[in-house]
């Protein structure tokens, strides 16, 4: 079955980096999308990045020139680079991709970034 598994969260101070990784089975990685979403108490979960099988990225316009993300389909894993770490960026980001129309998540890494 369909299986993601993030790490690479933790603590932070502001302006720090991290990389989040998901690696990925179940399924043939290298044709599908894959995104990253973020989610905090009481808020829905948001899209952060996302990148097609062909390598296309889009970003939301808070992370724009900050993140990256990226796929290396050999590893099956896709990767989610935080630069610039802001207060705001704290939450709990989950892997995801869509898979024969449904939806599946990882179990999530947190990242907290204090001041």
């Known amino acids: 079955q369909v299986q993601l598994v993030e790490s690479g969260g933790g603590l932070v101070q502001a302006g720090g980096s991290l990389r989040l990784s998901c690696a990925a089975s179940?399924?043939?990685?290298?044709?599908?999308?894959m995104g990253w979403y973020r989610q905090v108490p009481g808020k829905q979960r948001e899209l952060v990045a996302a990148?097609?099988?062909?390598?296309?990225?889009n970003y939301a316009d808070s992370v724009k020139g900050r993140f990256t993300i990226s796929r290396d389909n050999a590893k099956r894993t896709v990767y989610l680079q935080m630069n610039s770490l802001k207060l705001e960026d704290t939450g709990t980001y989950y892997c995801?991709?869509?898979?024969?129309?449904?939806?599946?998540w990882g179990q999530g890494t947190q990242v907290t970034v204090s001041s």
């Open positions: 995801q991709t869509r898979w024969r129309y449904e939806d599946y």
């Open positions: 179940g399924f043939i990685f290298s044709a599908y999308a």
């Open positions: 990148i097609t099988s062909g390598g296309r990225t």
